[in-house]
């Protein structure tokens, strides 16, 4: 299969979660879960022997295009893969060229719901994600707009996981299949013909992949100039926090690691550390906390906050190592970071997910400064893995780090102004905290012991569903 980020791990794990909810959690209701994705690649051809269930056409302006569709089965999950020529056997899954992108998606989401019809499966709801996938509940809207009889019942539900990616450039994609820009005024102009707030518009739910995120995107902050129509929707907007692949993610069976550990096992993660920094030669010392960065190089994720904190705080004691990859400007900061403490501080600028996993186990604080944060993964990897997480208090990572909550054990660190004199306070704090060992294993154990099931997230989609469902009735 393909995945790709957030996005990716919430497509491979959620429908899975949905289908196996046991009984008594949905009260004696059922669920006919089934995906579908684009067909990239060779590989799903190879492994998944898929075999084609139909064949038919969509339109565009210059002539239908046509297009197949097969079903292959992962964990007895229905996976319909669709092909046609925009999608491209050899194509990635994302150019970069959101003209190029536009012309998939839009095929792909057009195609996703006359599926349906073909296979004779009429489903009670649609769930599509982002900008790639909102222009399915767009169509969705028209067909029944049209009164078309087919998906007279059908409801719709639209994830947003990062709002600033809204589709901008694809308007051209769109009129070559023959989607117009609307005349909704409570859009703004410059947003009528952008797949995402056309999604948006005609979605009967929205839902943010965090409870704090669907707060924050009806502000100005955090809006992207959507936040007055998104308050004028604000009735059907709710957040649900994405879970986490715990089979995948378990510091107990990771073939990734050095040495395995669990909860009642702790004390074997120190050989994590000492190899870690063995591999990158820095000296050990376990009074020194590592601190690690795994990110992808943006802006959104604070990364000058950290580099600028760790430069100040130089008469601390500490060791950092940051892995990632993105923008060239800020992988040249981190190579500079590491040239003024080569002592202290190695940059990784590549993409490794089996270092990751190591950093994980090997690292003590896990730095997340992000301006915005949807929902976050890492936060909750960290967790699981003994890696104390200290970040802002936005989206996600402020619904499941706790400092100094009345009401829940504390787990890490937060700071609240996009500065470094905050992140620099929440930094000293951690490094104090680190120097209490006692109180330092009270807080990993209170990380690790956290539920992110994607159980806990699953059964509040289903509960949305039947609520789409039985108020459609």
Known sequence: MVKVGGLGDVAGSLPSALRMLPGHLLEGRSLDVRLVIPYHGENPRKLLDPQPVASFLVNHLSGPIPTRAFVTYVDDLPVYMIEGAPIGTEAPVYTGDNYLDGLKYAFFSLAAVELARHLNWQ????????????????????????????????????????????????????DEFAIRPVRDLRLPKWARQFPLPLGLLAADRIVAVSPTYAREILTPEFGCGLQDFLNSRSAAISGILNGLDQKSWDPTRDGALVSRFGIDSLELREENKKSLLAEFDLPYDPQIPLLILISRMDQQKGIDLALASLAQMADRPWQAILLGTGDPIIESACRSLQAEFPDR?????????????????????????????????????????????????????????????????????????????????????????????????????????????????????????????????
């Not at 489903?123 to 900008?131: I, K, S, T």
């Open 345 to 473: 501080v190695r940059a990784a600028i590549r993409f490794d997910t089996r270092l990751s996993r190591q950093m994980y186990a090997g690292g003590d604080v896990l730095l997340m400064p992000s301006r915005y944060e949807p929902c976050g993964l890492a936060q909750m990897i960290g967790m699981r893995y003994g890696c104390v997480p200290l970040a802002r208090s936005t989206g996600g990572l402020r619904d499941t780090i706790f400092e100094g909550a009345p009401d829940r054990p504390n787990n890490g660190f937060l700071f609240d102004e996009v500065k470094t004199e905050a992140l620099n306070a929440a930094l000293t704090r951690c490094l104090d905290r680190f120097a209490d060992r006692k109180a330092w294993r009270q807080l990993q154990l209170n990380g690790m012991q956290q539920d992110f099931s994607w159980e806990k997230s699953a059964i509040q989609y289903a509960n949305l569903y039947f609520d789409l469902w039985e108020n459609q009735r």
């Open 123 to 174: 489903p009670d709801v649609l769930h599509a994600n982002d900008w790639h996938t909102a222009l399915a509940v767009f169509h969705l809207a028209r067909q029944r707009l049209s009164r078309d009889p087919f998906f007279a019942q059908t409801r719709s539900v639209l994830s947003i996981h990062n709002l600033p990616f809204m589709g901008a450039g694809a308007e051209r994609a769109l």
